[in-house]
């Protein structure tokens, strides 16, 4: 896993899901009409301290062994405003 994670989120809902790698194809299929949506991208030191909701060592094992973590995210991580760029 690089330096960098990438943040899902589905809809509106607070359903997340990290990568390590921008639009990864491994990500589980999200339930109609809530498709997954690129929300943000975050470093280790911004995910540590559980601010976005999840605990940094499972989604560091998820991302490797599965490709992604699926986490609630918190409200802070939700009240962010979603990167509009690439």
């Known amino acids: 896993m690089g330096k960098r994670i990438y943040v899902y989120r589905s809809g ?3 359903k997340c899901a990290l990568t390590g790698t921008k639009n990864d ?3 589980p299929p999200a ?3 809530d498709n997954w ?3 943000m991208q975050i470093g280790p030191l911004q995910a540590q301290g559980g601010r976005c909701g999840f605990d940094v060592r499972a989604a560091v094992h ?3 062994t599965q490709g992604y973590y ?3 995210g918190s409200r ?3 009240r962010e405003l979603p990167y509009r760029g690439n």
């Open 12 to 14: 509106a809902t607070d």
């Open 25 to 27: 194809p491994r990500l």
């Open 31 to 33: 339930s109609a009409p």
């Open 37 to 39: 949506r690129f929300w």
């Open 62 to 64: 998820g991302i490797t």
């Open 70 to 72: 699926l986490f609630k």
């Open 76 to 78: 802070t991580l939700l």
